[in-house]
């Protein structure tokens, strides 16, 4: 029998490293909220939320800059954010694109960036072994970003394939649609995604004023999980981050209204099921009635399959596979977004039912029964959201964005218990209106057109 030897720099050993380090990442459990130790680690004006995890040699990162999303992108260059995440791993420094995705692969580290509306992120995870150069590729693609032109025209083509491919997707057209009914001409309106007309006005020089102006440490929010001490990331975040200028510029942005309010837009495609979306005002996440509104949530439209959207529209009347709400709190507006699919014949009947149970919850509030059971849903599934290194890293820095409080963890459950019957139902009847839903519907709905 032949023996099989793994070589240095062999594909069968990058692949090895690649799948153990997906294993470490799934296997990593952490411990109940209550018993998660988060410390504070300073170093050079940057602050990382820390939790030791010594189980297995993994290190996972969260990074986050507030007010760096695409909802400050030029008004002509929409997705410009989108677009420098995706640049940013594609060589950096030294190394040109091939040699740094190489690196990467033959290290097994993840290293990735995004962007939403608010604000501009990326996720690090590493085998422990790999930490110094896994921390010294995240400071270059922050700090020394190439930006050539063969990864600059690839990605650009990518991403205009992927809106051609999200216009023939009617969920993607029907979100897409909502937000430009919503936020009319306000940056909130524009797709992160940016447009077919605004993605080739995006210059080199615009990637590189985004990283110089957006991307500085006054704005920097970290989340680590992992097999590192916080003598060690005291290090790692000197020398990752120490290069970031001090201070972002400014880029201030008042609220922003929502628009279309109990408007019907159809948007003609021929499908045989219209993709629904739907949406009416929220609650911000600072509104002390949040609480209220994440169980008033879960009982209207919420996970699991209990909701009553999901009884009386899809159980009792077979009318979608699914339909689901949440609450979209932004820093500069705040939304209850809801969606659902349906044959084109049964459109009508659909926005009918929702309409009426968002009506009767209105009028007459939810039972005992429900808050009960909403309550058990929110807590018991609440150590999910960190149940993995990733996702607790994940966590930490969204704890921060939200100004919730390092004890967030161990108070979040009691502030779901705490809230009653009384602040659900008063809260629905302040806070829910019928005729105050927008709808997009994407498809070929009979009996409905446009309205207003």
């Known amino acids: 029998m032949r023996s099989f030897v793994l070589r240095p720099g062999s594909v069968a050993l990058q692949l090895l490293g690649a799948v153990l380090l997906c294993v470490f990442c ?3 459990v952490v411990p109940a909220a209550a018993a998660v130790q988060i410390q504070k680690v300073t170093a050079g004006g940057v602050e990382a939320w820390l939790v030791e995890d010594h189980a ?11 007010n760096a999303g695409s909802a400050i992108d030029p008004p002509d260059k929409a997705g410009l954010s989108r677009m420098v995440a995706a640049l940013l791993d594609e060589g950096a420094g030294d190394l040109d694109s091939q040699a740094f995705q190489a690196k990467l692969e033959d290290l097994a ?7 939403d509306r608010d604000n501009f992120g990326g996720t690090l995870t590493t085998l422990t072994a790999n930490r110094e150069v896994a921390f010294q590729l995240l400071r ?3 700090t020394q970003p190439r930006f050539d032109a063969e990864p600059m025209a690839r990605i650009r083509s990518q991403l205009e394939a992927q809106l051609r491919r999200e216009a023939e997707d009617p969920e993607a057209r029907a979100s897409r649609q909502l937000w430009a009914t919503l936020f009319p001409d306000t940056p909130y309106g524009r797709p992160v995604m940016g447009t077919a007309e605004s993605l080739p006005r995006i210059s080199r020089n615009d990637l590189l004023r985004f990283v110089r102006e957006r991307l500085a440490r006054d704005t920097l929010v970290l989340g680590v999980v992992g097999d590192v001490t916080p003598a060690e990331l005291t290090t790692l975040l000197q020398q990752s981050f120490g290069g970031l200028p001090e201070k972002a510029v400014s880029a201030t942005l ?11 837009v159809v948007v003609d495609m021929d499908v045989p099921q219209s993709a629904v979306a739907f949406a009416q005002r929220g609650l911000k996440r600072d ?3 949040f609480y209220a509104l994440t169980v008033l949530n879960q009982i209207l439209g919420g996970s699991g399959l209990s909701s009553r959207l999901f009884d009386e529209v899809r159980e009792k009347r077979g009318l979608v596979y ?3 709400t949440s609450p979209v709190p932004l820093d500069h507006a705040a939304l209850i977004l809801g969606g659902a699919g349906t044959a084109n014949e049964r459109v009508e009947e659909t926005l009918s039912v929702i309409r009426q149970v968002w009506r009767d919850f209105a009028e007459h509030g939810a039972s005992a029964k429900e808050l009960a059971d909403a309550k058990t849903f929110l807590t018991g599934s609440f150590p999910l959201r960190f149940a993995g290194s990733s996702r607790l890293a994940g966590l930490l820095t969204s704890i921060q964005l939200e100004n919730l409080g390092i004890d967030y963890l161990d108070r979040r459950n009691q502030l779901i218990e705490s809230v009653s019957l009384d602040d659900v139902n ?4 302040q806070l829910l209106s019928a005729d105050a839903l927008t709808f997009v519907i994407v498809g070929r709905p009979q009996g409905l057109t446009t309205s207003r």
Not at 254 to 264: E, I
């Open 426 to 429: 008063g809260l629905a009847n």
């Open 26 to 28: 799934a296997m990593v």
């Open 287 to 289: 509104d002390p009635r």
């Open 56 to 66: 297995n040699p993994i290190i996972s990162v969260r990074i986050a800059f507030r």
């Open 322 to 324: 699914g339909v689901y």
């Open 254 to 264: 008042g609220d922003m209204s929502l628009a279309g309010s109990g408007r019907t």
């Open 109 to 115: 580290i993840r290293l990735s960036f995004d962007a």
């Open 140 to 142: 270059l693609a922050l």
